[in-house]
């Protein structure tokens, strides 16, 4: 049909030159590990970025190729980023606390040919560079010395011209670490990036405006910080970065930079309310804290809220780009009571436009959003990956499916809430039993320091929940002082078969319970009823 | 590359999938113009939107064919443009206000197969249908009897699934009716309007929600109402529609249903002032008020923000989706004193992201944002017009730039400010002098009731201001007094060469300056010192 609407790629730099032109003395704020701190803003990100361009094509990069980043939350690395996608690369943000094995394996798997990395982990460099199989250049982020980022900069003169093409083109690799088989990387497009920053922008979101000031406290090696630093720009909000995560220094940045939102894990606020108490302090600027990784515990929430925060619940994973829900305040909630306002903000939230999800059960048969049939988890949307970095199949089903690996109920106002994982989630007589619910049952028991239920074989009922529990030091509750309790917590049919003691549990890395471990622990555990 | 994201079509019917899956018993509400409401929800119009494309489908209605409207704001008047556009079909929304001989050429040009139109408008059908050519089924949109839309949803049973295609077909059409020539068709597309209500709901505009109650004034047949229909669902906000436009009516509307967002041009708050003026009363949900179609005055804006009501300025045009900027709070507002509030109101506001303006003079370079350099406004980005319905060359210059026949200025701090129409501005030595400025300038002299400036042909400055004035009925205000007043207002160079008084000044259908009469009857004048 003649007539009709002009043709624009939705490409990531566009962000960067609408900051640029229309907030270009909005700041990007850093400050350093070492104390110093380092003012920039949208005009100058934009002119760095397109520096490292240049650098980058001085180099002999080429469209497509991988910039790997191992570095903390900065300026500089932010350049990378723009630099890179900018100039038509894929910038890989690796997480520098992953295991070594882990370390190797992705950057060779992502072929990676330029590592810009912190000086803090000049360790992990040394160790691994003998590893690396694709790697050619390593560039200090931080610092000015030669070699460094900022010595590669001096050297252009920023004259360029973002390379152009598809909205579909990649843009960004990030690598998830399952607990099982080689991490795999999810490649983020353009397309889906610019999609997913609108949606971080929205109320129903970050609800981000030019006159936000954000600190992500999540990494930047963190499934893209959350979206922030593609949300600021679209927003022409100011970025204040910390290198480092310590409450007294963020504590300080925040009523320093007048920060609004700030975006970070649950421990996160741990550590910031020992500060505020132990500092007599407080947090007169922020209005909003969104709060993802897992979940926050209603304390947490509650504690926010009396401090005048809003508080929300991001759910998503690395596959979806992150965000897929997000606790926004629904219609009415000024009249809400405080315990209604934290029953709904301890769960994942609503889903947003652009989002669907649903629960399917073990039979493939769609749930339905009655807030107790829990299925696994799946979704789909233009910001969610249909095939991972190099597999040679696509990670979704026939109609389009992608299976979160957790196990959720969604409710009849459409909230949505995880339950557990899928792999830890206690089949019994064809219904499920939570693993989650029962250990945060569990430790509610006087007595019991920490708890992981696990599914044990049973002849009838297919699994039946054994409960492992490590006692507080001067402790001797039984398993009938725990079963007891949990009568009055769970549905009977949820009741543990058993109780065991043990004096530890097992623990990955980042201090979650290692389920696999538990399991091969007690792989030939009986029941006695069984 | 081997990986990727998702691919998903931005298609509208996304948006009403979306409302009545995460929102569906949120309300959409209209009051008749017989005083009656029907009540009905995101759930509902989806199946009335369903059964509307099932019965286009029964006419032989075909993907790409136009369906036209006639019609006020109500819920019935939503299902037909969701239900047209659902079955791949282009709503073409028609003005009701417009010339016969506009509703002939628009219906004719556009190919129109099917009309709804409200029984208010039979006048108009009957008049009109004899040379309508193309429309072949007439169906009236409110009430229940045979033939109407009830009658005929109430044939179908909404077992339909939407019609797939391309993000970048044709939704809707638009014809823009201008002062010279034919109206012109400007065709949207699913993306574009897609991408635009992302805008619409982002806290630059209008930061809807799913606790927004929204109540657009402006028509649905007005520039697709602001695009308030597409972000309505995209956030899970509540509609509220009235098919009149009456200040009691939209007053008690609002209170009744906690409207918390309205959007209209200025007229519509200067009637509802006079209304609460004399009915003693308030609108306490009321949070904003979005403003468009000409310039509010000072005092409109200033009495809104005086209620507790946030004021923006969208501007746009429906070449333009239409939203292109609006006037969001920027940093440290709370802070402004309150004239400096209302001076940054009452300009046209900021450019958000998607949206690229740029002044350009006479000799086509592109003018500093200075906030003194004015030249013609251009504009590009995804949801601006690339070329007109049916027309044979596109609309916008080699570099993707649209013309939007204003001419402006752009503030350093990156806010546009209209201040003419492009061919009303007068050329004077190079320089152009606004002629909305000086008109209002002249108005604020006591004793001048009316006045228009034009530009008079003038052998040095090419062109010279003429002032016409219409006196106040009991004034003798003479040129000395008047060009008197001026001088303390406008620059020296842009003081009119002549005034002249006249008993009335040529309007517009819709009350504006008919400059294009006035020039005519002026063109043989010869200033004096020419």
């Given amino acids: 049909m003649l007539g009709g609407m002009q043709d624009f790629e939705l490409r990531v730099s566009t962000l960067l030159d609408h900051a640029a032109r229309e907030h270009g003395a909005r700041e990007i704020v850093t400050r350093w590990a070492d104390g110093s701190e380092t003012r920039s803003d949208w005009r100058g990100l934009a002119h760095d970025a397109r520096r490292l361009a240049q650098a980058l094509e001085r180099m002999g990069i080429r469209r ?8 903390m939350n900065h300026g500089h690395h932010l350049a990378a980023w723009y630099g890179t996608i900018g100039m038509g690369g894929v910038i890989h943000t690796i997480n520098p606390r992953l ?55 001096e050297a252009e003169d920023g004259d360029y011209a ?55 406290v999540v990494p930047l090696f963190h499934a893209a910080a959350w979206g922030t630093p593609f949300a600021a720009p679209l927003a022409g909000a100011k970025l204040v970065f910390s290198a480092v995560n310590d409450a007294a220094v963020l504590c300080g940045l925040m009523n320093r930079e007048g920060v609004t939102i ?32 897992s979940a926050a515990p209603r304390a947490m929430i509650e504690r926010l809220m009396d401090m005048g925060v809003e508080v929300k619940h991001l759910w998503g994973m690395t596959e979806t780009s992150p965000v897929a ?3 926004a305040p629904p219609v009415g909630w000024a009249d809400w009571p405080k315990d ?3 029953d709904f903000l301890t769960k994942q939230g609503q889903i947003p436009f652009g989002v669907e999800l649903t629960v399917i059960d073990d039979a493939g048969a769609h749930l339905p959003r009655d807030g107790a049939s829990a299925g696994r988890l799946h979704i789909r949307g233009p910001w969610v990956v249909k095939r991972y970095f190099g597999a040679e199949a696509d990670a979704i089903d026939a109609d389009g499916w992608f299976d979160t690996g957790d196990v959720a109920v969604i409710h009849p106002d459409g909230t949505m809430q995880i339950t557990d994982r899928s792999k830890d989630v206690i089949k019994s007589g064809g219904e499920w039993i ?3 619910e029962l250990e945060n049952a569990a430790v509610g028991c006087p007595g019991v320091a920490e708890a992981a239920a696990i599914g044990i074989a049973h002849p009838r009922w297919d699994e039946r929940p054994l409960l492992v529990v490590v006692r507080k030091p001067d402790s001797d509750v039984d398993e009938g002082a725990i079963v007891a309790h949990l009568s009055g917590v769970v549905a009977k049919w949820w009741l543990p078969d058993a109780v065991v003691f043990v004096d530890s549990l097992p623990h990955t890395a980042t201090g979650k319970l290692l389920k696999t471990a538990l399991r091969e622990q007690f792989r030939d555990y009986r029941l006695v009823a069984a």
């Avoid at 990676?112 to 982020?141: C, H, K, N």
């Fill in 64 to 71: 497509g190729d991988r910039v790997a980043t191992l570095a």
């Fill in 99 to 153: 295991f070594d094995d882990q370390l190797v394996y992705i950057a060779n798997h992502a072929e990676d040919r330029v590592l810009f990395y912190d000086r803090a982990f000049q360790p992990i460099v040394d160790r691994l560079r003998g590893q690396w199989t694709s790697i050619e250049r390593y560039v200090v982020m931080d610092g000015d010395g030669p070699g460094t980022l900022h010595a590669l900069l």
């Fill in 162 to 216: 973002w390379a152009e093409g598809s909205e579909r083109d990649p843009c960004m690799l990030c690598y998830t670490s399952g607990t099982t088989g080689h991490p795999k990387g999810v490649l983020y497009e353009h397309r889906s990036t610019l999609l997913h920053a609108m949606l971080v922008v929205s109320p129903a979101v970050l609800a981000l405006s030019s006159a936000s000031v954000l600190l992500p």
């Fill in 262 to 293: 700030s975006s970070g894990v649950p421990t996160v606020w741990l550590a910031m309310f020992a500060h505020l108490d132990a500092a007599g302090t407080a947090l007169p600027h922020l209005r909003m804290a969104t709060i993802g990784g």
């Fill in 325 to 327: 829900t997000a606790g």
């Fill in 340 to 342: 209604r306002k934290l």
């Fill in 434 to 436: 939570s693993s989650v």
